[in-house]
Each structure stands twice: as structure tokens, then as C-alpha cells.
């Protein structure tokens, strides 16, 4: 969506009210957005959130892998 808008991280940074190492550090997957911080993107950019998440029960491989990961 940045680069859509032709903003650098600079820029996005600004507009959320944090330092552009963060804004690489999400893209980069370094550092996990909040719940509220992804919210805020999404209101920026003008996008509906709740059509972004998948809601979708997971199935059965992906509950067992979970349950797998966690001992």
C-alpha cells in the first residue's frame, strides 16, 4: 500500500507517529505490528480491515501444527 501511494518509509513513518526504522523493521518482519497499529494503517490507506483478515476456522493440519509448535 506504501509503495502504491509512492511513500517512502520516511513518510509513512511521519503519519503514524513513528521512527522509519520501525516502518522497516514491519516490512521486513522483524517486528510485529499491534492490533491497533495495523488498524491505523488500514485507516490511513482508506482500507476496510475486516475484509482483510481471514476469519476462517483453521483446519485440522494447521490446529495440529500449532498444538506441535507449542511443546
Known amino acids: 500500500m506504501r509503495l502504491e501511494r509512492k511513500w517512502s518509509q ?3 513513518a511521519k503519519k503514524l507517529g513513528v521512527d522509519q526504522a520501525t516502518i522497516s523493521n514491519y516490512e521486513s518482519g522483524k517486528t510485529d505490528m499491534s492490533s491497533v497499529q495495523l488498524f491505523e494503517v488500514f485507516l490511513l ?4 480491515l475486516t ?9 485440522s493440519d494447521e490446529v495440529q501444527e500449532n ?5
Open 67 to 71: 498444538d506441535q509448535e507449542k511443546e
Open 45 to 48: 490507506f482508506g482500507k476496510d
Open 51 to 59: 475484509n482483510a483478515l481471514d476469519f476462517a476456522e483453521p483446519n
Open 10 to 12: 520516511a513518510t509513512l
